[in-house]
């Protein structure tokens, strides 16, 4: 029999906004897997590294960040392949995965190439949507009213259609996009409603009036924007 590939959703930072299933899940895992960037120590690993075991194997897989596609889906090749031959071997890997790993999340890259090979179970996990909206006190949606979730990194004329014919939008992955995006919001008269977040739920959070924004922004930011008048009056 082969192991279990089981995607576990972290939530956005705070060891405490992890489900049990997860913190039962990752304690008693013999095998742990997580992406970082090079040279760097991973996110996800510091979230959940009181409840790794000391004698956990580890595969750590080293994602590039840039802007060709390629680096980071060959780095996701060699990890579901040393993820594979553990699975192959009959042990159970967990791979951890910053916020929910269906929602824009690195497990997904795994997931597809080894879910045909293998079973699969996810757990999932707080995102960092509800985490900004917690943390701003800032109610996005209500009764009918639909949410957009939007890249940051789209190019600008879409990115204006799309804000334009929203009711409420966040819009992720702000990072050195802020400006452009900011820009955007002003010309749509939106600039004053949006909120900034960077870091949810982390001792480092920032919760801002998006003029007040740093740029260029963390990757781990947002962006909060809602409009009309509040729906519950």
């Avoid at 050195?176 to 002003?186: E, F, G, P, T, W």
């Amino acid at each position: 029999m082969t192991g279990m590939l089981i995607g576990v959703g972290l939530g956005p930072g705070d060891p405490d906004l992890m489900t049990l299933r997860a913190a039962r899940v990752i304690g008693a895992a013999e095998v742990v897997a997580y992406p970082t960037l090079p040279g760097t120590d991973s996110f996800a690993r510091s979230i959940a590294a009181d409840l790794i075991r000391p004698d956990a194997d580890e595969i750590v897989i080293e994602v590039p960040m840039t802007k060709a596609r390629e680096p980071a889906q060959a780095a996701y090749e060699v990890g579901a392949e040393r993820i594979a031959a553990a699975l192959e071997a009959g042990r159970d890997v967990a791979v951890l995965c910053e916020g929910d790993p269906f929602f824009y999340g690195s497990f997904m890259y795994l997931h597809s190439r080894l879910a045909e090979r293998f079973p699969v179970t996810v757990i999932p996990g707080i995102t960092s949507v509800s985490a900004a909206t917690a943390g701003a006190l800032r109610p996005l949606v209500a009764r009918n009213e639909v949410l957009t979730v939007l890249p940051g990194p789209i190019d600008s004329a879409m990115l204006a259609s799309k804000v334009e014919q929203a009711e409420a939008v966040v819009i992720m992955k702000v990072g050195r996009h802020l400006s452009r995006i900011r820009d955007v919001l002003d010309q749509l008269g939106l600039a004053e409603q949006a909120i900034y977040v960077e870091r949810a739920t982390l001792d480092a959070e920032r919760i801002l009036p998006l003029a007040e924004a740093p740029d260029p922004a963390p990757y781990f930011s947002l962006i909060l924007v809602t409009k009309g008048s509040d729906p519950w009056l």
